[in-house]
């Protein structure tokens, strides 16, 4: 009998969340065969078998927060069922295949074993028993383990929970009762109207966390311009489709916006370095971060080596790492060492926002939606430009107003006159 391990995912990445598992207990498995997905803060990841036979058991359900190299499996030799179960744990194993009856047998068959147990398994409960526990209002040592070394699942609380009212404790119930307001308020049950409650992917909780963090930590401000989108959407309208067709890829906005960054950051090295303890390290690459929106949350892929790209190879990067994300294929490589971000809220029709910077990058530039407005041009002429927002976050800690301010009129200069980007991009 082998152990499924949790793999080393990634210098960052110490632990995931078991996504689904791709089989059942008894399925037979060949070497390669994916067996499960986990999802970590980043990407998800594969876990396949690494020899053939058959799923014994199933440690870590789906939704069970698990570590690097932590068993959540066993796989067993050969084509039988359950022939590799060990012989001291038999009863586990046809427990974990049966059906709800199983925790009918609860403690007065062992109860100089309960106690101890109980108490074990509160103090090894997985998140997601603990947080349905909270909902229920169950005590956790009141719950029946079936787990062999006796840590507490999210099943074994729903088990519980189906179950008659422990005799310990006759105020837990189903339905909500007068006698235990205190839990249902700090389960947020008390709604009078229809809700729907969803657990948040780890994913999304870890953006969370570290968008807050990056608030905490950074002394983040943001300045403002406006760029004349005229000169990129003329050169754009006549060059479209040429570069389709000789590169096979469109012609968009984000390379000439990659290309103007990555000439202001040459010119303003500091907003393309990070803070480590009292240094402050100066990046002399350009490896740039471009905001993709994706199923399961905003995620940042990097576009290696800007600078020594043209055109087309910045829109191709981009293009691949844009459907890599919505697929859920990114590779972790594709995700680490960005020094400056780009993030275009005027996709989905943002006209001015303030972006949170990618931490520990210490600069972010914001695009945001085109459009026409009056423009003077100069005394006496007014007339209507395709005009954008633009805004650059940045971390005052290091980058001072005025470095800021000049970096992002360098941006607008850029992208007012496109021609300037083969020089200075």
Do not use: C
Request: aromatic share 4%; charged share 25%; net charge negative.
């Amino acid at each position: 009998m082998s152990e499924i391990k949790v793999p080393a995912m990634g210098e960052s990445i110490t632990e995931g969340t078991v996504s689904r598992w791709m089989v059942k207990e008894g399925d037979t498995v060949n070497q390669g065969d994916v067996l499960l997905e986990l999802e970590t803060d980043k990407v998800n990841i594969e876990i396949s078998a690494e020899e053939s036979g058959v799923l014994e058991k199933i440690i870590r359900s789906e939704g069970e927060t698990v570590v690097i190299g932590e068993t959540i499996g066993t796989l067993s030799a050969g084509t039988g069922g359950g022939s590799g179960a060990s012989a001291s744990e038999p009863a586990a194993s046809e427990d974990k295949k049966a059906s709800a009856p199983a925790p009918e047998v609860p403690t007065p068959s062992a109860p100089d074993a309960a106690t101890p147990e109980s108490s074990d398994s509160a103090k090894t409960a997985s998140p997601s028993a603990r947080k349905l526990a909270r909902e229920r209002g169950i005590e956790l040592d009141q719950v029946q383990s079936k787990d062999p070394i006796g840590r507490v699942y999210q099943d074994d609380v729903k088990s519980h929970s189906n179950q008659a009212p422990a005799p310990a404790s006759a105020p837990v119930s189903k339905t909500p009762t007068p006698s235990a307001p205190s839990a249902q308020a700090a389960g947020s049950s008390t709604y009078t109207k229809p809700v729907e409650r969803q657990r948040m992917s780890r994913r999304r909780a870890t953006i969370a966390k570290r968008l807050v963090e990056a608030q905490q930590t950074a002394a983040m401000l943001t300045t403002f311009n406006e760029v004349d989108m005229t000169a990129i959407m003329d050169v754009r309208k006549r060059r479209k489709d040429k570069f389709k067709e000789k590169h096979e890829i469109n012609l968009g906005f984000m390379s000439f916006f990659t290309k103007a960054v990555v000439g202001a950051l040459k010119k303003f090295p500091t907003v393309n370095a990070e803070i480590d303890g009292d240094d402050v390290v100066l990046k002399k690459y350009y490896d740039i971060g471009i905001a993709v929106s994706a199923k399961e949350g905003l995620v940042v892929p990097v576009v290696r080596d800007a600078d020594r790209l043209g055109f087309a190879e910045i829109e191709k990067s981009i293009a691949d790492l844009a459907s890599k994300a919505r697929s859920n294929t990114l590779a972790l490589s594709d995700l680490q060492g960005g020094t400056f971000t780009i993030t275009n809220g005027g996709t989905f029709g943002s006209l001015l926002s303030t972006p949170i910077l990618n931490t520990p990058q210490v600069g972010i530039l914001g695009m945001h939606k085109i459009q026409l407005r009056p423009v003077a041009i100069d005394a006496e002429r007014m007339e209507n430009r395709p005009m954008m927002y633009i805004a650059l976050s940045y971390d005052h800690r290091i980058i001072d107003g005025s470095e800021a301010v000049r970096f992002l009129v360098t941006v607008k200069e850029l992208l007012e006159d496109p021609e300037s980007l083969l020089i200075e991009g």
